[in-house]
């Protein structure tokens, strides 16, 4: 197995495109985004995309290359990832995958678990539910059915309950009872990299991304983005927050600190997933580059 996927992982605002950029250009080869928000061409602001001038210095795969109006899951991302990793493997030997999203970084080096098809109306029952009864209904339910899940997903994300939910509705079975029956074996070694700081540095940081954010020009695009504010994709932090700003309900400095509130939260899912890992190598965002580098050129031989 002569083939190396460098993996890096972290908590938003923590450098990983900075470091992902370095990498590739010592290696002199290309960038995967598994950031599943940096896929949509419309949600640019923020989702801290690359920035032109970050794109220029690499090439990278999977930013904008959809648009919110697409229907792009995790499954597809999973599928497309590895027929460019197949691509770009033939002319290098290393490959970088920079990301947030926990599930596409384990759909690439992993792969999903296999679940059965589900019929359609389960779902829309349950969406339904969760705008007439709310999240916390369907916490409960999930926590009746399959204790494991309930424990073990993003329970405060409505889309990984749901999905929870109608595998175990519509199968009888445990929606955990479908987790990891059978490794899947990919032809490249993974080096995954992690960056981290101590709780108070990673949300001061992601406090001063929010604030440049907004100075950018986050609500503009927001306000660009008001007739579809009903999609799917769009539901998300920064989004949602200035959604309900431009609907009357909160206040701009409210729904600000919303927007900070949220990413933290996230942020310490994010670390929560990632630290399940044990074999990443975590560093200290401060670590120079360097340093990195050396300690993955002498894992790669």
């Given amino acids: 197995m002569n083939k190396t996927l460098i993996s890096i992982v972290g908590p938003t605002a923590i450098g990983k495109t900075a470091l992902s950029i370095k990498l590739a250009n010592h290696f002199n080869t290309e960038i995967l985004s598994a950031d599943s928000r940096q896929f949509f061409k419309e949600m640019q602001i923020g989702t801290a995309a690359p920035t032109p001038e970050e794109l220029a210095t690499a090439k990278h795969h999977f930013i904008h290359h959809k648009s919110i109006k697409d229907n792009y899951n995790v499954g597809a991302f999973e599928k497309d990832a590895i027929s460019t990793l197949k691509t770009l493997f033939k002319t290098h030997d290393t490959v970088?995958?920079?990301?947030?999203?926990?599930?596409?970084?384990?759909?690439?080096?992993?792969?999903?678990?296999?679940?059965?098809?589900?019929?359609?109306?389960?779902?829309?029952?349950?969406?339904?539910?969760?705008?007439?009864?709310?999240?916390?209904?369907?916490?409960?339910?999930?926590?009746?059915?399959?204790?494991?899940?309930?424990?073990?997903?993003?329970?405060?994300?409505?889309?990984?309950?749901?999905?929870?939910?109608?595998?175990?509705?519509?199968?009888?079975?445990?929606?955990?009872?479908?987790?990891?029956?059978?490794?899947?074996?990919?032809?490249?070694?993974?080096?995954?990299?992690?960056?981290?700081?101590?709780?108070?540095?990673?949300?001061?940081?992601?406090?001063?991304?929010?604030?440049?954010m907004i100075q950018e020009g986050l609500l503009e695009e927001v306000k660009s983005l008001v007739p579809f504010k009903g999609l799917n994709a769009l539901n998300t932090v920064g989004y949602k927050e200035l959604f309900n700003y431009l609907d009357g309900e909160w206040t701009l400095d409210f729904a600000i600190s919303e927007i900070k509130k949220n990413t933290r939260r996230f942020a310490k899912r994010q670390l929560t997933w990632f630290k399940k890992n044990a074999e990443t190598f975590w560093f200290d965002y401060t670590t120079s580059k360097e340093h990195i580098i050396t300690f993955i050129s002498q894992n790669i031989s």
Wanted: with cysteine; proline share 3%; aromatic share 6%.
């Fill in 96 to 212: 970088i995958m920079v990301g947030g999203s926990g599930l596409y970084v384990d759909a690439v080096s992993k792969g999903l678990d296999d679940f059965p098809d589900i019929e359609n109306n389960i779902r829309e029952t349950l969406n339904n539910d969760l705008k007439t009864k709310g999240l916390s209904y369907l916490q409960e339910r999930l926590e009746q059915l399959d204790t494991a899940a309930y424990n073990k997903i993003a329970i405060d994300n409505p889309h990984r309950v749901i999905r929870a939910l109608e595998i175990c509705i519509g199968t009888g079975k445990p929606y955990s009872s479908f987790l990891k029956k059978g490794k899947i074996e990919r032809p490249f070694k993974t080096i995954t990299v992690g960056l981290s700081a101590d709780r108070e540095m990673i949300y001061n940081r992601i406090n001063k991304r929010v604030d440049i």
